[in-house]
């Protein structure tokens, strides 16, 4: 059975890098036909798409924060990661994972994570 | 950017309802369009792909259709598990920008 788990600190400076990452688990993160992606949603607010990967490791971003994300993958740990630099409160948010299948819909999605930016 | 408005923000409705969600994008995203549902504290569930097609283990009382601009969800009969919020997105172009609309909340009346 497919599984996505994000892991990762739950609180961040502001200024500094939030770092998370996707362990996926019942099938091959290099897979062909799947990409893997990060979406966010602050609290009591909508849905925002960060970016998404594919196994080879090409990536493509949300053009609002593309400065400031790197989304990688480690196949051999079929992971994949997120950094996210110089965060702010406006970045706090719960943080999902997804597989992303031809048509970019996300049709498997991690449990979530909850980020908060304070000091 | 494209932007993708969804109407209505929130709707009231009783067991047994058709209801119908709109979602519009600011250009044309041919048919590259999903539907989500949202329960509180749960991550997003795949509804509807490529604006009609209907997710494997999704009740059949759901339904997209559209292309072009203009979209709609409907859900045939409410169920009492049906209350929740749901998103649509668009993934058009390569690579795609994805969007999100602000979200329909669908109460119980």
Do not use: H
């Amino acid at each position: 059975q497919l599984q996505l788990q994000e892991s990762g600190p739950g609180l961040v400076k502001p200024s500094e890098t939030l770092s998370l990452t996707c362990t996926v688990s019942g099938i091959s993160i290099s897979s062909s036909n799947y990409y893997w992606g990060w979406i966010r949603q602050p609290p009591g607010k909508g849905l925002e798409w960060i970016g998404s990967i594919y196994y080879s490791g090409s990536a493509y971003y949300n053009p609002s924060l593309k400065s400031r994300v790197t989304i990688s993958v480690d196949t051999s740990k079929n992971q994949f990661s997120l950094k996210l630099r110089s965060v702010t409160a406006a970045d706090t948010a719960v943080y999902y994972c997804t597989r992303e299948e031809v048509s970019s819909a996300s049709d498997y999605w991690g449990q979530g994570t909850l980020v908060t930016v304070s000091s | 950017d494209i932007q993708m408005t969804q109407s209505p923000s929130s709707l009231s409705a009783s067991v047994g309802d058709r209801v119908t969600i709109t979602c519009r994008a600011s250009q044309s995203i041919r048919n590259y369009l999903n539907w989500y549902q949202q329960k509180p504290q749960k991550a997003p569930q795949l509804l509807i792909y490529a604006a009609s097609s209907l997710q494997s283990g999704v009740p059949s009382r759901f339904s997209g259709s559209g292309s072009g601009t203009d979209f709609t969800l409907t859900i045939s009969s409410l169920q009492p598990e049906d209350f929740a919020t749901y998103y649509c997105q668009q993934s058009y172009g390569t690579p795609p920008s994805i969007t999100f609309g602000q979200g329909t909340r669908l109460e119980i009346k």
